[in-house]
């Protein structure tokens, strides 16, 4: 009996070859034609605004001028886009501060929520490494802070101790607070994140964030 497949069989398996690869090379295909149409589109659009200009040696090789142009276009509405984001959009957004800030009660409002943004806001928050507890303003009064610098200075040297930087915010407003230098066996660190501590300072402690531990804070500030 022979091995060899009969004619039908293999004019099947030409065919499906034949699809396999059609499928594989269809979306380089369509994205080469794309392109095409755009520079054809773009390019020849133009270069008739500059085609005089070309050294007639040059003409004989239009796709090259055609991606030029279409390149230029494409950087031109790129550049254009920025403008418009970037520049008018800040021109608007002074336009409707100013707008909000002049009705009665509104601005105020708008100038509190815009300090505590400014204060807290991502690129801000990366100043406060650790939320920390201190006792202030006495002894046995206990306020959360925010440690903002373990660095040894001048007053550092100066007070003759190993002080770390603790900004200490007020409630409910916290963009103004006192800056604290105190020695590193007063600082409590804690586990909760810069965002919780944000939060419970700014509710005025209305918001506790959740904690699993059962330690009492007397073993904690030891």
């Known amino acids: 009996m022979s091995d060899v497949p009969p004619p039908t069989s293999r004019f099947i398996a030409l065919r499906n ?3 396999s690869g ?3 090379l269809a979306p380089l295909v369509i994205t080469v034609w794309a392109f095409g149409q755009i520079i054809s589109l ?3 659009t133009f270069r008739p605004l500059y085609e005089q200009y ?3 040696s040059l003409q004989r090789i239009p796709l090259l001028w055609d991606l030029l ?3 230029v276009v494409i950087a031109f509405v790129t550049a254009l886009g920025y403008l418009s984001r970037y520049v008018f959009g800040k021109i608007v957004l002074r336009v409707v501060e100013r707008f909000v800030q002049n009705i009665p009660g509104a601005g105020a409002v708008y100038n509190s929520i815009k300090q505590i943004v ?3 806001g991502s690129e801000r928050r990366n100043l406060f490494n650790k939320v920390v507890l201190v006792e202030f303003p006495r002894k046995g009064a206990w306020t ?3 440690l903002t610098n373990k660095q040894q200075g001048e007053a550092q040297t100066v007070a003759g101790l190993e002080t770390w930087t603790v900004f200490v915010p007020t409630t409910p407003n916290p963009t103004s607070g006192f800056l604290l230098m105190l020695p590193r066996h007063e600082i409590v660190e804690l586990e909760m994140s810069v965002g919780d501590g944000m939060k419970m300072i700014i509710s005025g402690g209305a918001v506790v964030p959740p904690w699993p531990h059962t330690a009492k804070p007397a073993e904690i500030a030891r």
């Open 17 to 19: 070859s034949f699809f």
């Open 22 to 24: 059609a499928l594989l």
């Open 42 to 44: 773009l390019g020849g």
């Open 54 to 56: 070309i050294p007639g």
């Open 69 to 71: 142009a279409t390149i």
């Open 118 to 120: 400014t204060t807290f």
């Open 144 to 146: 959360l802070g925010f």
